[in-house]
């Protein structure tokens, strides 16, 4: 039996919220006393596990009122989310970025676990060596390119 740890089990709850009602509206402050957290662990869940590239959007609030409002991205067709995707990408990308964005392919069952799995072992830094942020960025724009036309 795994056991999860707090942000994981930050996330599930975060997860839960977003599954119901398409949104989380969250306080940083109540989550925090609910997990018995202080509220920068909530920041760092929110920051490293709902990002653009694992396919959601977050938006912040300071102060007194303030909250955090996380709501997974929603494309009219894989055409557009592919094309979105292409233009986020810059000259380099990370290691983490390029495995997200393999997940969230996958996640929306546009590429199988198979092909998500080669791409990875292909895109590491132990292969691609110290230009693997330039030749990642380059890669993932032509897979990207590739499955739209095959969509």
């Known amino acids: 039996m795994t ?3 707090t ?11 977003l599954a119901q009602s398409g949104f989380a509206e969250i306080k940083r402050s ?10 920068s662990q909530i920041n760092y869940v929110i920051k490293t596990r709902f ?14 009122g303030g909250y955090i409002r996380i709501a997974k991205i929603r ?3 894989q055409h557009q989310m592919l094309n979105n ?3 986020t990408i810059g000259e380099q990308i990370s290691d983490q970025v390029f495995t997200d964005i393999i997940q969230l392919l996958f996640d929306e069952k546009i590429i199988s676990e198979q092909e998500g ?3 990875l072992a292909a895109s590491c830094d132990e292969v691609l060596g110290d230009d693997g ?3 990642r960025a380059r890669m993932l724009r032509r897979i990207l390119q590739r499955l739209d036309r095959k969509g």
Do not use: C, H
């Not at 942000?7 to 919220?17: F, L, P, R």
């Not at 109540?30 to 957290?37: G, H, Q």
């Not at 990002?51 to 007194?64: F, I, L, W």
């Open 30 to 39: 109540v989550l925090a006393d609910n997990f018995s957290v202080v509220p």
């Open 7 to 17: 942000s994981d089990s930050i996330e599930a709850y975060i997860k839960q919220i």
């Open 3 to 5: 056991s999860k740890n």
């Open 51 to 64: 990002t653009e590239s694992r396919g959601y959007a977050v938006e912040s609030k300071r102060g007194g």
């Open 75 to 77: 494309f009219s067709d």
């Open 117 to 119: 799995n080669l791409i």
């Open 85 to 87: 995707l292409e233009m």
């Open 133 to 135: 942020p330039k030749i």
